[in-house]
């Protein structure tokens, strides 16, 4: 379940984020960093599901449009990008858009850094 204190002391940068991500010229992608606990993943699952509109399916990580690469080992690997090469071939299913979120894309290895 998103945390809803963390989405407070983001406040903020949630407005901001909106308000760029409305403009025509937003971007692709957005690299969210900080320091350990303060709540980076909650943030991000919480504008996911206010871009893909379905809060219930982006906790639960079954939302069609959203892909999240979490590995809990030392690194991420090329084997673990494999399954975003194929679904980022298909349009959105539900949404407008497709979202990936890359939990610690710090870890990755270069192969998969360039494979993606």
């Given at each position: 379940?998103?945390?809803?204190?963390?989405?407070?002391?983001?406040?903020?940068?949630k407005e901001s984020f909106f308000?760029?991500?409305?403009?025509?010229?937003?971007?692709?992608?957005?690299?969210?960093?900080?320091?350990?606990?303060?709540?980076?993943?909650?943030?991000?699952?919480?504008?996911?599901?206010?871009?893909?509109?379905?809060?219930?399916?982006?906790?639960?990580?079954?939302?069609?449009?959203?892909?999240?690469?979490s590995n809990e080992n030392d690194?991420?690997?090329?084997?673990?990008?494999?399954?975003?090469?194929?679904?980022?071939?298909?349009?959105?299913?539900?949404?407008?858009?497709?979202?990936?979120?890359?939990?610690?894309?710090?870890?990755?290895?270069?192969?998969?850094?360039?494979?993606?």
């Amino acid at each position: 379940m998103i945390n809803k204190k963390v989405v407070e002391f983001h406040l903020k940068s949630k407005e901001s984020f909106f308000k760029f991500l409305t403009n025509q010229d937003s971007f692709g992608s957005y690299l969210f960093t900080g320091l350990k606990g303060t709540g980076k993943k909650d943030f991000v699952f919480f504008l996911s599901s206010k871009i893909l509109t379905n809060s219930h399916k982006i906790e639960k990580n079954i939302h069609p449009d959203f892909f999240y690469l979490s590995n809990e080992n030392d690194k991420i690997l090329v084997q673990d990008t494999k399954d975003i090469e194929k679904w980022i071939l298909y349009p959105p299913f539900e949404s407008t858009r497709k979202i990936i979120v890359i939990s610690k894309a710090e870890t990755m290895n270069v192969e998969a850094q360039n494979k993606l």
